[in-house]
């Protein structure tokens, strides 16, 4: 018997559109009429965005899930320093070029992420969805698949840790099954953002997945923390299947090293 996908769901996350160490499309004015080019770093960037959308299973998904942190934010802490650009819908928008040209036939999802990447007093998550005609979950969001029936939780941050980051997943699975007959949800797979490094963890219960992000290292309170923060380049496809079975594949894509570089003296 052919065990056929039911369901075809491409997950996304932490995008940060407007750092220079983010993607930034090619064809960007604005509304001044001035072209802000890509830098070195964000052109491959651009050749790992315009790849992972091109693979046949991204292609031919029916969901895109946006664990959200689609725009940088002005950077209120560095009073927007080396941004390319800091006004925030100048940043909608560039990310709207980016995501456009690949959602064509897809329902677009998508969660909130942290106020320092948006606005005090908008919600950036729900106005970047409103660019692709969206569903707009808030904070998190339990979806049931129409075909396969299965439950998938999405939100932008779960537990976090320095060390043990599988672990900490493991140890929020745990809690979401502690609180089922509360909340009467039993996910089949968790699906979070936030942490820009790829890791999974899979038990008789459920999946749980960190996603990767599209952001190259950068300097995150300083680099005190620059060994445990290196970051996992690419996106996630999850393939649910006839039989119940659920597969998550990471597409994951080399570093380049913009603000870490080696130097030679």
């Known amino acids: 018997m052919i065990n056929r996908i039911v369901d075809l769901i491409v997950g996304?996350?932490?995008?940060?559109?407007?750092?220079?160490?983010?993607?930034?499309?090619?064809?960007?004015?604005?509304?001044?009429?001035?072209h802000i080019k890509p830098n070195k770093a964000q052109q491959v960037l651009g050749d790992y965005w315009t790849d992972f959308w091109n693979k046949p299973e991204v292609r031919e998904a029916k969901y895109i899930f946006n664990l959200e942190e689609s725009i940088e934010g002005y950077s209120k802490k560095e009073h927007g320093r080396s941004?390319?650009?800091t006004d925030l819908n100048e940043q909608a928008t560039a990310f709207k070029l980016l995501l456009e040209p690949h959602i064509k036939g897809?329902?677009?999802?998508?969660v909130e992420g942290s106020k320092y990447h948006g606005s005090e007093d908008v919600l950036m998550g729900q106005e970047v969805c409103k660019l692709f005609k969206g569903h707009y979950c808030g904070h998190i969001g339990n979806i049931q698949l129409k075909k396969s029936k299965k439950i998938i939780q999405i939100l932008h941050k779960g537990m976090g840790a320095v060390l043990y980051k599988a672990s900490a997943l493991d140890r929020y699975s745990l809690y979401t099954s502690a609180i089922k007959t509360k909340v009467h949800v039993d996910p089949d797979l968790i699906l979070m953002g936030h942490g820009h490094q790829y890791f999974g963890t899979m038990t008789p219960t459920r999946q749980v997945h960190q996603l990767p992000s599209w952001k190259f290292w950068h300097p995150i309170k300083d680099a005190s923390r620059y060994p445990f923060t290196q970051p996992t380049i690419g996106g996630l496809v999850v393939k649910v299947m006839e039989n119940g079975?659920?597969?998550c594949d990471?597409?994951?894509?080399p570093l380049v090293h913009v603000y870490d570089a080696l130097v030679e003296m």
């Open 106 to 110: 897809k329902k677009y999802i998508g």
């Open 12 to 34: 996304i996350a932490d995008i940060h559109v407007g750092h220079p160490a983010a993607p930034w499309p090619d064809n960007y004015h604005t509304p001044e009429g001035n």
């Open 245 to 247: 079975r659920i597969y």
């Open 250 to 253: 990471v597409h994951s894509y």
């Open 83 to 85: 941004m390319l650009v």
